[in-house]
């Protein structure tokens, strides 16, 4: 019997449900208390629910991609502690980047071997 499938199956089944995420990266500070992003949030959060859309954004402090070695350089230049608005919708971190300025963009995949939750935090729950 011949194998079809010459790699590891969990390895195939991570490919198959890996999806780009796109983020606005920014301090803490900045990102939650400087800029109105909670207001920017709640009324993209009402659209969606007007167009019976799925919410495809997250407000995330402390965000646990940074730690990724693929995310060292990005790390290094934003300030601590820091926050991110993490989406699938490369549109909608395009339009936050012209409305906030002052944060860095960029993607990755998830899950991967390096970020295996997209959202995961390692700020403390209050």
Known sequence: MVDLYPYDYSLATLIMNMQTYYY????????????PIAEVLKERTRYYHEQEKEIDFWLVKQPAFLEAPEMAEIKAKCP????????????????????????????FQSPSETISEAVASFANVS
């Open 24 to 35: 606005a990266l920014a301090s803490e500070r900045f990102l939650i208390q400087e800029e």
């Open 80 to 107: 601590k502690p820091a926050a991110a608005i993490i989406s699938t919708n490369s549109q909608f971190i395009t339009w936050l980047k012209l409305r906030l300025e002052y944060v860095m963009t960029g993607e």
